[in-house]
């Protein structure tokens, strides 16, 4: 499968999502199972554990955008994305109507559908409509614990009688019921298909609807058992506080500084350890290495020494960081509470012209562009979603923190997790301000739409999922640094090896005579209004154009070469930023940072943003996103240090 790009037939935003996500696969002639349901019905986690794959998961609707594929005993399993029935109202729902019953040929030989048991009804419609095509088909009961807080009992043996097919209990997140779906879906495909049902040659698409619900309704009559006792659950209750029109922001701000605070403070002793390590004992042993075997002084030793271990060292530094964040992520996640925050967002969303749902994919943002982009999908108007995939550079992904945490120890010290809080809520503020700029003026007709959601239940998040998506994300982190940054890294290394200017040999050039240096002196007077015009601070952001983790690795290539002055302390890297930045802002340190901070936020996150926009939303609009991004991180960084400079 592969994605279609806009053409002048197909506008965009109304790009056909046919991704696949590839991870293995069974190999040529192995039967196919594909895992449908309501979007939060536990399919990507029960995908994880038949695989032992590693695909994005969450409490929250919308996680799965995409089609992941792989093996299952001798099966090839597909995790397609959320919907409640195949009558598709946006995209991604679009993609799994398709897979199922567009082409017999070329569909999946048996069917999961996952079913809420607290919510029977509305599951079983689905299943409804995948049985009229002659499928292969299981039904795996979730959220059982749920649907018992709720006073109802499931019979499974009588609801499988009911449907004509195999019903059994599953809790995806503790791996219950696993080897009885695998035995069940090896009897079902041992059986043959399914003949169709007495309705499915109606022409009367009302005729079909209403025998549906009347076969949805007997089913639940027979399989279930309500006592029609409304409880009052812990989920309900919390959520007079949490979802709160006042005390909702206000706690939902709480907790993400909370998040902050505790990730700058616990992880700083082991940054320091790590930032030691590369700058002491694994130099001192690069150096003697090629002292060792005579290549002290050459480029091959500046490469490493001053290339890769310098840059890559200091990006490594932050993996601590970067897993504490993660962790106490999931954990917000796994438990539903970030779930509300479309719910507590709602009236802003509203107030740009998006629906509330379009949060989740903003939510995404913040962890990384990139599959924010492609979660666009869930959102039902194509304008929605081109208004979204525009907004999303403007949330704070996690490469960014990064940066934000070294500017803000710093120069803000122990107020450091207070700033990095702030950035993410001054990237709330961009997306709004941006949102209403372009609502105003593009999109004036464009009008608001309720906010219609699950809300999935509060749950005790479990050990084994919230380490599952840590390291996922940690070692999606890991790749880039492994990767991208080394490249990057190399190439930063050679401009600086190049002389410009002067009669300098190769890799013997001082920096700034260097072909890096003189491009970064080019641009460095646009940003004397923000108080950063030093080559060595804009030549880090156009290296961050690539990937924002790049903006610290270069900052400390380029005063691993640069030579102090004689009788000079070199410092340590912030030492030495804390130097550029008080001269070239004319002693006004602070504000100079923290323009330097919202441009970082503000402008164009990284290539493979603009390579998911551009494949989402067409060159023409991502050109434009650009220029926006550009325009606002400028301005705005201006504007941040002419003021602040009055009071700092």
């Keep these: 499968m592969a994605t279609d790009a806009p053409t002048a037939n197909k506008p965009a935003g109304l790009v056909t999502c046919h991704c696949a996500v590839a991870n293995t696969s069974a190999g040529a002639g192995a039967p196919v199972v594909a895992l449908i349901g309501a979007p939060n019905s536990g399919k990507s986690t029960l995908f994880n554990a038949l695989t032992g794959a590693r695909i994005t998961v969450g409490n929250w609707p919308g996680t799965t955008v995409e089609v992941s594929r792989g093996a299952w005993s001798g099966r090839t399993l597909l995790d397609l994305p959320g919907a409640y029935s195949l009558d598709p109202l946006s995209p991604d729902e679009e993609l799994t109507r398709d897979l199922l019953i567009a082409d017999p040929d070329d569909r999946p030989d048996l069917v999961i559908v996952l079913a809420d048991a607290a919510h029977l009804a509305r599951s079983l419609y689905l299943v409804s409509q995948v049985r ?7 039904v795996a009961l979730t959220m059982l614990d749920v649907a018992a807080r709720h006073g109802i009992a499931i019979d499974a043996v009588a609801l499988s009688a009911s449907l004509g097919c195999p019903v059994l209990a599953l809790d995806p997140r503790r791996r219950a019921g696993l080897p009885q779906l ?6 079902a495909l041992g059986e043959p298909e399914p003949r ?34 409304e409880r009052q659950t812990l989920s309900d209750r919390i959520d007079r506080v949490a979802t709160a029109r006042v005390l909702g922001p206000l706690l939902f701000l709480g907790v993400m500084w909370l998040v902050f605070q505790i990730t700058t403070t616990v992880a700083a002793p082991m940054q320091d350890f790590f930032d030691s390590l590369f700058s002491g004992p694994v130099t001192d042993a690069a150096l003697a290495g090629f002292t060792a075997v005579g290549l002290q002084g050459s480029w091959v030793e500046g490469l490493v020494v001053n290339g890769l271990i310098a840059g890559v060292g200091m990006v490594l530094t932050f993996v601590p960081l970067m897993a504490l964040m993660f962790v106490l992520l999931a954990i917000l996640e796994d438990s539903g509470y970030l779930a509300r925050a479309a719910v507590v967002t709602d009236r802003l969303m509203r107030a ?7 949060f989740l994919p903003l939510v995404v943002g913040f962890g990384c562009n990139v599959p924010a982009i492609s979660a666009t999908r869930i959102l039902s108007d194509s304008r929605q979603r081109l208004l979204t995939a525009l907004l999303v550079p403007f949330t704070s992904c996690t490469a960014r923190l990064t940066v934000f945490v070294l500017l803000g120890t710093v120069f803000f010290g122990q107020w450091a997790g207070t700033v990095v809080f702030a950035m993410y809520v001054a990237s709330i503020l961009l997306v709004v301000g941006v949102g209403l700029l372009l609502r105003r003026t593009l999109w004036r007709a464009m009008g608001a739409e309720p906010l219609v959601i699950d809300l999935p239940p509060y749950q005790l998040p479990t050990l084994r999922l919230t380490a599952s998506v840590a390291w996922t994300r940690l070692a999606g982190f890991l790749r ?27 890799g013997e050039v001082a920096v700034e005579d260097s072909v890096y240096g003189a491009a970064a002196q080019a641009i460095t007077p646009v940003f004397a209004p923000a108080g950063f015009a030093q080559w060595q601070t804009t030549s880090a952001l156009v290296v961050g154009f690539v990937a924002k983790e790049a903006v610290i690795s270069s900052w400390a290539q380029t005063y691993a070469l640069e030579e102090p002055e004689e009788g000079a302390d070199p410092g340590s890297l912030g030492e030495r930023i804390m130097a550029d930045f008080t001269e070239s802002s004319g002693g006004h340190p602070i504000p100079a940072a923290l323009a330097f901070m919202i441009f970082l936020l503000a402008y164009t996150p990284c290539v493979a943003t603009l390579a998911a926009q551009w494949r989402e939303i067409g060159g023409r609009w991502t050109v434009f996103g650009i220029a926006i991004q550009l325009a606002a991180a400028w301005g705005l960084a201006v504007l941040v240090f002419q003021v602040g400079s009055l009071w700092w």
């Excluded at 695998?182 to 009897?187: G, K």
């Excluded at 109606?202 to 058992?225: I, N, P």
């Excluded at 740009?352 to 379009?358: H, S």
Aim: aromatic content about 4%; proline content about 2%.
């Design 132 to 138: 009229e095509n002659r499928q292969r088909v299981i």
């Design 182 to 187: 695998d035995a069940a879906v090896a009897a």
């Design 196 to 229: 169709r049902r007495r309705h499915d040659c109606c022409a009367d698409e009302l005729a079909k609807a209403d025998e549906r619900f009347t076969w949805v309704a007997d089913a639940v009559q027979a399989g279930s058992d309500d006592s029609g006792q």
């Design 352 to 358: 740009i012209g998006l629906p509330g749902k379009a």
């Design 480 to 506: 880039t640094a492994s990767g991208i940054i080394v490249v990057t890294v190399c190439a930063v290394w050679l401009l600086q090896s190049v002389p410009a200017h002067g009669t300098a040999a190769f």
